[in-house]
């Protein structure tokens, strides 16, 4: 079975500096995918990013980029120029992909962190 | 606008008294699934459908039923509640497959069993 680790239950920082949220996942598949969901004070799940396995390549979405170490089974998120929007609940997904090139479709989450960004 | 909406978004109910919360999309999403949120746990996968008539359960299936007769619909029924089902929920779906795979959420339901 798959599991997800967020070992920094809350974090803060302060606006406009950089900050990594880490994430560690336990698998036995070689193809999945992996995400960080944004949840803001609303409870809106927001999709920050998303990392195909089989992409060597980091995946960036402006402020936000991560570190996948597939070996290390590593996944943190990096968030550069924090802002004050970015105070919310982070949280780590794993979701393995099928034969067909589809997805399983039952995400595996951590339990998060919460980060708050402070003037 | 593609989404994901649920309703309600807020309902306090009593131990015993059946209940249906409603999700649908407008997505024409194959893959939906329902979650639960609660402090400490993130979130956990109650049960899911990969399409219509197709229906199995996740990670805490006790306690619920689900229904597919449509694709855009997928509500999540509780027959009896009881207050340990006190939490957040959510509907999520995707198009399985297409080579996206990115689950888009509903807004949440947010569940008091008294």
């Known amino acids: 079975a798959q599991t997800v680790t967020q070992s920094q239950p809350e974090m803060s920082v302060q606006e406009a500096e950089t900050v990594t949220l880490s994430c560690t996942y336990d698998t036995s598949e070689n193809n999945y995918y992996l995400f960080w969901y944004k949840q803001p004070p609303s409870r809106q799940m927001i999709l920050v990013i998303r990392q195909e396995a089989y992409k060597q390549q980091n995946a960036t979405e402006n402020r936000f980029s991560v570190n996948f170490q597939k070996a290390a089974k590593s996944f943190s998120l990096k968030i550069s120029d924090s802002q004050l929007g970015d105070t919310a609940m982070y949280f780590c997904?794993?979701?393995?992909?099928?034969?067909?090139?589809?997805?399983?479709?039952?995400?595996?989450f951590g339990k998060g962190t919460k980060l708050s960004v402070k003037p | 606008e593609a989404q994901v909406t649920q309703n309600p978004r807020y309902l306090i109910t009593v131990t015993g008294k059946k209940l249906t919360v409603t999700c649908s999309q407008n997505m024409n999403h194959e893959y939906m699934s329902w979650y639960r949120q609660d402090p400490g746990l993130g979130l956990r996968q109650i049960y899911y459908s990969m399409n219509v008539e197709v229906t199995d359960k996740g990670d805490v299936p006790e306690g619920y039923k689900v229904s597919r007769k449509e694709k855009r619909n997928f509500p999540l029924i509780l027959e009896s509640p009881s207050p340990n089902q006190t939490s957040l929920y959510f509907c999520?779906?995707?198009?399985?497959?297409?080579?996206?795979?990115?689950?888009?959420f509903g807004p949440g339901t947010r569940l008091t069993v008294l």
């Open positions: 999520a779906s995707t198009s399985a497959g297409s080579g996206t795979d990115t689950q888009y």
């Open positions: 997904a794993f979701m393995k992909q099928i034969n067909y090139g589809g997805s399983q479709g039952n995400l595996i």
